[in-house]
């Protein structure tokens, strides 16, 4: 049986500079390298990119992520959704196939990040960044306006006229 502490979640290699360039100390975003990987792997997620790898960079420690019960909970979910018909990977010994494909989604969204910088639009890793959360509330705002109207709290402008 594999314990949590045994646990890495692999880097994938041929991102370790951007991964780099996304720290607080190079002028990202990000204070820690685990927090690159969880908005990446949201990232890929959202954007169904999910992109298998071999060579792996210094790994992280799983247990900066399951100390998070949101983070933990967002490992296994993609775990899950990625095994629907299969009941047994959230067991304690399928514990690594989770964080398989969370690095996997991990992967995809430093590919998409790398892509945006690659595309010339955004010079800096924290432009690149703040444009893709623009963007995601964007499209979050109107899928929950399609379905429940325009006027739900919290999105839009509010109207104090009526």
């Given at each position: ?6 646990v ?20 990202g ?5 685990w927090?690159?990987l ?20 210094e ?8 100390n ?52 010339g ?21 109107s ?7 325009p006027?739900?709290?919290g999105?839009?402008?509010?109207d104090?006229?009526?």
């Amino acid at each position: 049986m594999v314990h949590n502490s045994d646990v890495r979640v692999r880097r994938p290699a041929e991102h370790d500079e951007l991964i780099g360039r996304l720290l607080t100390k190079e002028g990202g975003p990000f204070p820690a390298y685990w927090h690159v990987l969880v908005f990446a792997a949201a990232l890929g997620w959202s954007r169904g990119r999910r992109e298998p790898f071999e060579k792996a960079g210094e790994p992280v420690r799983y247990g900066l992520f399951s100390n998070s019960p949101t983070v933990s909970a967002l490992v296994d979910s993609m775990g899950v959704l990625a095994h629907p018909n299969d009941a047994t990977i959230m067991g304690e010994g399928r514990l690594q196939e989770r964080v398989t494909v969370f690095e996997e989604y991990a992967n995809g969204g430093l590919s998409i990040i790398q892509g945006e910088l690659n595309s010339g639009a955004h010079v800096r890793p924290m432009d690149v960044i703040l444009n893709l959360c623009r963007r995601g509330m964007t499209h979050a705002e109107s899928r929950v306006q399609d379905i429940f109207g325009p006027r739900v709290v919290g999105f839009g402008t509010p109207d104090f006229d009526t």
